[in-house]
């Protein structure tokens, strides 16, 4: 009989170089307060939910967030297994640089005046965040930034191996996944995400999907009612 693993993929908190606004692809920074908070509110909001599995990126900022919301959520036995596949896209000589210089760039490079523009673009899907992504890797001097479907070849590999991992001994499952925001859009797009991503990934925020006979099926993507549902918890228990 096949089994069913539930993938429940949250972006990490809020961290230092989100709270600068500045590029953070692979280059790495810590969460902030406001980043551990609202990764306690994940927890909190997943109380419900018995994992069987957690998963990372190799990148500092994904496991300080599965470690947080793991002491909320209260399965802190549970081993973070890094994956680099997981691993947020790379921006070249962009990274750590202020975001409005990059997306500036992209704007202008896709004949914007106004960069608010090329967003209001890419929030109504006018533009793919392939598109974007993949400007930005033409625009990389260092030619180290990675194009959409390199991002998404390697993300989606390390899903399909997890799955196959947890599928082994035929028994259902929930997986936790902390993940980054555009390596996140990148795995799911193709598998179902495009039509139900509205706008970009909040930290935090979760897309769940599930895998069933070598399919995956993303039910939701970028739900912040785990972290609001934390939160009036921890609200009325302070």
């Given at each position: ?26 280059c ?61 896209a ?9 975001n ?43 030619g ?94 302070s």
């Amino acid at each position: 009989m096949s089994s069913t693993i539930t993938f429940y993929i949250a972006r990490h908190g809020k961290t230092l170089l989100n709270t600068l606004d500045r590029v953070q692809g692979w280059c790495d920074s810590p969460l902030t307060p406001e980043g551990i908070e609202v990764a306690q509110f994940l927890g909190a909001g997943l109380r419900d939910i018995s994992f069987d599995a957690v998963y990372a990126s190799d990148l500092r900022r994904t496991r300080q967030t599965a470690e947080v919301v793991l002491s909320q959520q209260g399965q802190t036995d549970l081993p973070i297994n890094e994956v680099y596949g997981f691993r947020e896209a790379c921006f070249g000589s962009f990274e750590s640089d202020f975001n409005a210089k990059m997306w500036g760039n992209v704007a202008l490079f896709l004949q914007y005046v106004k960069m608010e523009d090329m967003y209001r673009d890419v929030f109504h899907g006018k533009i793919s965040n392939k598109e974007a992504l993949d400007v930005i890797s033409k625009l990389d001097h260092m030619g180290l930034a990675e194009t959409f479907e390199q991002v998404e070849t390697r993300s989606q590999s390390a899903l399909r191996e997890v799955a196959a991992n947890e599928t082994a001994n035929g028994k259902d499952k929930n997986v936790l996944v902390i993940a980054h925001g555009m390596s996140i859009i990148c795995m799911l797009q193709s598998l179902g995400g495009k039509e139900l991503l509205k706008g970009h990934l909040e930290n935090a925020a979760v897309c769940k999907v599930t895998y069933r006979d070598g399919k995956f099926d993303v039910q939701s993507m970028g739900d912040m009612s785990y972290v609001h549902t934390g939160r009036e918890q921890l609200t009325v228990n302070s």
